[in-house]
């Protein structure tokens, strides 16, 4: 008896390869394409590594939630990542994760981020005074928008303009090493040679001592500031009631900066460039959210909606990956020790087996009523323990963000239709619009 279990139905070793080289110039399209081949799960055999690529969600909750103890993330964010941004909760994994979630975890809960929302406001109401009018690529302000929020909310005092240009340079620049090193992985030994890995590690050390002066100076300042450093530097470990070290705490600060700014740059600039298409949504976003306060404004619902489902059609984190740490099993598929899971999001969010009329925007399919229909479907901040930390104060952030955006702009299409750059995160190229100020 028993069925002799084996790996999902996929491609072979030379089709994997001619696979792979096509994916690094197209990855959506060619991930797409094998997916509706393979009814949502293949297998990619490139000799030494497996990978089984899924959308199917009970696949994705195995892994992520009811077997997660078997699943840890792979190389790709803690070494490729960790090496310039140091052991913080992205780049680590198994107990010294544990321990660090159980830490930071309770500084990230509603409540806590209550405190930011002024902060957050206030750093919106500035940017909306330079937003200009007429056909406008709103992604670069949006970035940069999305990386002071996080600046200011992670320091609150004014970091001099120079060592946030250093901040964000070093951010930027290690996403694309990255991704290089991960694309090209005969160019290492390059990189090492040419001094190209040397040149970014030094542009670490430099973000490091620009984050290690300023919690030296909330060291010495007597006055509260409710931020989420002040949260970083009181969390104390249950078992010891010790605090982090200060390269603990510069390691989580890096990782609240590179998990925390183009994520939200990137579901803003989509959800305005389909507002700007759905004049009508934006209207009813703007008619509904028109005068509340700050708590009300991060509760309504349309808001909440339209950004539920440009998340949908844009996620972000558009893929995750996770290696098997022992041999599992999935239904009829066999997961053998090491195999990699690509996990396909984006895939998953426009799958019409899942969601009627799939790649419509219709902000009102996530409306109360409809709630569950969605949970075992609809992953933009992933999903189980490794869920992100920074769920709620990314939806507080970008409900302000809209609210205000809209009460003062109408947004319409620009004369060219993004591209999307699907690199960590799913980059649009430009969002280019047409801006119009609001008369009151
Ligand atoms: C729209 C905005 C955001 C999206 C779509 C997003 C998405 C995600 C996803 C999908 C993961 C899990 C990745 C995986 O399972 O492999 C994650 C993890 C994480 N996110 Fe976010 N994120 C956003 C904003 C933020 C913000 C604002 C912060 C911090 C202020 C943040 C901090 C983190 C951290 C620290 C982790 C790692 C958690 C862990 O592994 O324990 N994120 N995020």
Redesign the pocket.
């Given at each position: 008896m028993g069925n002799a279990k084996s790996m999902p139905p996929g491609y072979s070793f030379f089709p994997s390869m001619v696979r792979t080289y096509k994916q690094a110039k197209n990855p959506i399209g060619t991930m797409q394409e094998s997916m509706s081949r393979f009814n949502g799960t293949y297998t990619v055999n490139l000799g030494m590594m497996r990978i089984i690529a899924t959308q199917n969600p009970g696949l994705i909750e195995h892994v992520?939630k009811s077997n997660h103890r078997n699943y840890q993330?792979s190389e790709l964010q803690t070494e490729y990542l960790g090496k310039f941004l140091g052991k913080g909760?992205?780049t680590s994994n198994g107990d010294y994760?544990l321990k660090q979630?159980r830490l930071i975890q309770p500084g990230f809960h509603t409540e806590k981020i209550h405190a930011l929302y002024t902060t957050i406001k206030n750093t919106i109401d500035k940017f909306l005074l330079t937003v200009p009018t007429g056909t406008v690529d709103v992604y670069p302000l949006l970035h940069k928008l999305a990386f002071d929020i996080?600046i200011n909310t992670l320091f609150t005092v004014d970091v001099p303009a120079a060592q946030r240009q250093q901040l964000a340079t070093f951010i930027s620049d290690v996403q694309d090493y990255v991704m290089r090193e991960v694309r090209n992985p005969h160019k290492r030994w390059w990189f090492r040679l040419s001094g190209e890995l040397k040149e970014n590690l030094n542009k670490a050390t430099g973000a490091r001592d620009v984050i290690r002066s300023l919690i030296r100076q909330r060291k010495q300042d007597a006055h509260r500031h409710n931020d989420l450093l002040d949260m970083l530097l009181d969390a104390r470990y249950e078992e010891t009631g010790q605090p982090m070290t200060e390269e603990q705490v510069i390691d989580e600060i890096l990782?609240?900066l590179i998990?925390?700014h183009e994520?939200?740059a990137n579901?803003l600039s989509w959800t305005l460039y389909l507002l700007a298409n759905h004049t009508d949504e934006q209207q009813i976003a703007r008619e509904s959210s028109a005068s509340l306060d700050l708590q009300k404004v991060v509760r309504n619902e349309a808001l909440n909606n339209v950004i539920s489902e440009s998340?949908r059609l844009y996620?972000?984190?558009w893929i995750?990956d996770r290696v098997a740490i022992e041999d599992d099993e999935y239904g009829d598929f066999l997961i053998p020790k090491g195999t990699v899971i690509v996990i396909f999001y984006y895939g998953l969010h426009r799958d019409n087996h899942e969601w009627s009329d799939a790649l419509s925007f219709r902000p009102s399919r996530f409306s109360k009523e409809h709630a569950k229909d969605f949970k075992k479907v609809y992953?933009?901040?992933?999903s189980g323990p490794?869920?992100?930390?920074?769920?709620n104060?990314?939806m507080a952030e970008?409900t302000i963000f809209l609210q205000s955006f809209i009460e003062k702009f109408y947004v319409e299409p620009g004369n060219v239709e993004p591209n999307i750059k699907p690199l960590v995160t799913l980059r649009p190229d430009s969002v280019v619009l047409k801006v119009t100020k609001r008369n009151f």
């Open positions: 992520l993330k909760l992205l994760w979630r996080v990782i609240i998990a925390g994520t939200t579901a998340m996620p972000p984190a995750s992953y933009p901040f992933g490794r869920l992100c930390i920074g769920n104060f990314a970008m």
